[in-house]
C-alpha cells in the first residue's frame, strides 16, 4: 500500500526566503507525482506535475524535483512571499485512472 | 480518520447517455465538496466548488449544464455528466472539507474513471 509523507507539517519564514517541502513515498512504482496548493476552505490549486520519466518540473518561482529510486520529490519555493502562505500538498498516483494518494501537507506561514 | 466515499468507481456508456457520480461523506458532514477532473498524464484540476444547499461554483472554462452538480445534504453530492461524449471521458474525483479539522483538511473519495464510447 502507498503510503505518502509530507516533511515538515508545518513551516513559517520569513518573506525572502527560499524553502524546500520535502515528500516522500513508499512504493517507488508510481505513474506521476503532482504538488497541490489548498488555501483554507478551498479546493486544491494545481502547481505542479511530474511524469515518472521526468526528474524535475518548473513553474515560476516553484521547481519540483523528483528521485523514484528514493521516493522523493521536492518542492523548491524561491524567494518566498506572504501570499505563498497555503497547505502544500503532494500526491502520488500509480496509474492513470487510479486514485491518488495524498500526503498529510505542510502549512506554510510566509511572514512579511 | 474521515472517509470519504466515492461511486461509481468505473462506469462506461454509450454516447448521449448521462452518469451519476456520488460523493459521500461518511463519518462527517460536509457544507463543502470539491469536484475535479483529471485528464490522461495531466495534472488533477479543480471544476467545481459544491455547497450544500446552494448553487455550485463552477471554474472557468466548465459548462454548468454540461456539468450538474446537486449538494442536497450534508453528506451527499452528485455529479451528473450529461449527455456525456468521448471527450467527458476522465477521471473524476470529489473531496469534502472536513470544517472541524485542523486546517479544514480534504478528504477525497477514491475517484470515479468515466469511458464513453
Known amino acids: 500500500k502507498q503510503e505518502v509523507t509530507q516533511i515538515p507539517a508545518a513551516l513559517s519564514v520569513p518573506e525572502g526566503e527560499n524553502l524546500v517541502l520535502n515528500c516522500s513515498f513508499t512504493?517507488?512504482?508510481?505513474?506521476?507525482l503532482q504538488w497541490f496548493r489548498q488555501d483554507p476552505g478551498k479546493g486544491l490549486t494545481s502547481l505542479l506535475l511530474?511524469?515518472?520519466?521526468?526528474r524535475e518540473q518548473t513553474s515560476g518561482r516553484l521547481n519540483a524535483s523528483l528521485d523514484k529510486s528514493s521516493g522523493r520529490s521536492t518542492l523548491y519555493i524561491a524567494a518566498s512571499q506572504p501570499g505563498d502562505s497555503a497547505t502544500y500538498l503532494c500526491?502520488?498516483?500509480?496509474?492513470?485512472?487510479?486514485?491518488?494518494?495524498f500526503g498529510g501537507g505542510t502549512r506554510l506561514m510566509v511572514k512579511p | 480518520g474521515a472517509v470519504v466515499s466515492q461511486h461509481p468507481s468505473r462506469v462506461i456508456c454509450k454516447s448521449g447517455t448521462s452518469v451519476k457520480i456520488e460523493c459521500r461523506s461518511l463519518d462527517f458532514q460536509a457544507t463543502t465538496m470539491f469536484w475535479y477532473r483529471q485528464f490522461p498524464k495531466q495534472s488533477l484540476m479543480l471544476m467545481a466548488t459544491?455547497?450544500?444547499?446552494?448553487?455550485?461554483?463552477?471554474e472557468q472554462g466548465v459548462e454548468k449544464d454540461k456539468f450538474l452538480i446537486n449538494h442536497a445534504s450534508l453528506t451527499l453530492s452528485t455529479l451528473t455528466v450529461t449527455s456525456a461524449h468521448p471527450e467527458d471521458s476522465s477521471f473524476y474525483i470529489c473531496s469534502a472539507l472536513y470544517p472541524g479539522h485542523i486546517n479544514e483538511k480534504l478528504f477525497f473519495g477514491s475517484g470515479t474513471q468515466l469511458s464513453v464510447l
Open positions: 512504493d517507488s512504482a508510481i505513474y506521476n
Open positions: 459544491s455547497n450544500e444547499g446552494s448553487k455550485a461554483t463552477y
Open positions: 500526491a502520488v498516483q500509480v496509474d492513470a485512472g487510479n486514485m491518488l494518494t
Open positions: 511530474i511524469q515518472s520519466s521526468q
